[in-house]
């Protein structure tokens, strides 16, 4: 598709530099997308997404009143399935809100937005993360990347000319920086390796993350170890005093029993000596009543 506004040496030659290293630019008035053969890693169906990120692109976006977005430069891992980058793709044509925008989500992968508002528009950071990825990391990333790209896409030169020059002079002058595809090249270039470099470092953070998560799991179970250790030690030390216990009143207690069976073995002497006496009076008695008379 040929543009206007550009003559076709300089657009093939942005084409061409697009493809370069999973990255990506183009806008609504002729730069188009790459098409999904150009990205032959990527699967239509991914049972599970990963904890990982693996799309971040930064495009210009126009007032509401207009549609279409330049897409200067988006980035995605190698093994990144086309569903994740085709929500990307999606969450960069939405209408820029306010603020955040997290409302797009693809086969368990996520897509937010951070949009950075001027006079004539926006400039729109998305993301793309598994489920499983911190989603305050990746807000994190995209924050990052809007204070890293912000000078850079934004001049200063033209920002400070806003009070006195009218919207239609600003509107002019970023229709023509931005339809000029040798300039969204060179942005195209320079955000190229931020975005590459964001990436990288956001899914090494997410994998230093989890082995921190893994090392405080473990340090939480020999604690826990530890805790059940000192509980049974402290069990083990009350069941030997109980047995202790016990072994003190049984032993009393055959003391005891022991003094009662001697005292009714004692009572039993008692009694038979008491007996025997009274039946020898009794016999006795009566024999010397007999010799007397």
Not at 78 to 99: F, H, I, Q, T
Not at 107 to 131: Q, T
Request: aromatic fraction near 4%; charge should be negative; hydrophobic fraction near 40%.
């Amino acid at each position: 598709m040929s543009n206007p506004f550009v003559d076709s040496d300089a657009t093939s030659e942005a084409q061409k530099d697009s493809t370069h290293g999973n990255t990506s630019f183009g806008s609504s008035m002729g730069l188009s997308l790459p098409t999904a053969p150009s990205l032959p890693s990527m699967s239509r169906k991914l049972p599970e997404t990963p904890p990982m990120m693996v799309y971040l692109s930064v495009c210009r976006q126009k007032p509401a009143s207009s549609k279409g977005e330049i897409v200067i430069c988006e980035t995605y891992a190698e093994d990144a399935p086309l569903v994740s980058v085709e929500a990307g793709r999606k969450m960069m044509g939405r209408k820029a809100p306010p603020g955040w925008d997290d409302s797009v989500s693809n086969e368990g992968w996520r897509a937010i937005k951070l949009p950075v508002h001027d006079l004539n528009g926006c400039f729109s950071f998305v993301c793309v993360f598994g489920k499983a990825f911190d989603a305050s990391r990746a807000q994190a990333a995209v924050e990052k990347l809007a204070v890293l790209l912000m000078p850079m896409l934004s001049p200063q030169d033209l920002d400070a000319g806003a009070e006195q020059a009218s919207k239609e002079v600003l509107a002019a002058a970023e229709q023509q920086r931005f339809t000029d595809p040798a300039t969204v090249l060179a942005l195209h270039r320079t955000a190229e390796p931020l975005l590459a470099r964001e990436l990288a470092h956001a899914n090494s953070s997410q994998q230093l993350s989890r082995v921190e998560d893994q090392l405080n799991e473990v340090r939480r179970i020999m604690e826990r170890n530890v805790e059940m250790i000192l509980d049974r030690q402290e069990q083990l030390e009350s069941i030997e005093a109980q047995t202790h216990e016990l072994e003190r009143a049984a032993g009393a207690f055959r003391k005891n029993t022991r003094k009662l069976r001697r005292f009714h073995l004692m009572n039993q002497v008692k009694w038979g000596v008491a007996v025997g006496t009274m039946v020898s009076a009794a016999v006795a008695v009566p024999i010397l009543l007999l010799a007397t008379a």
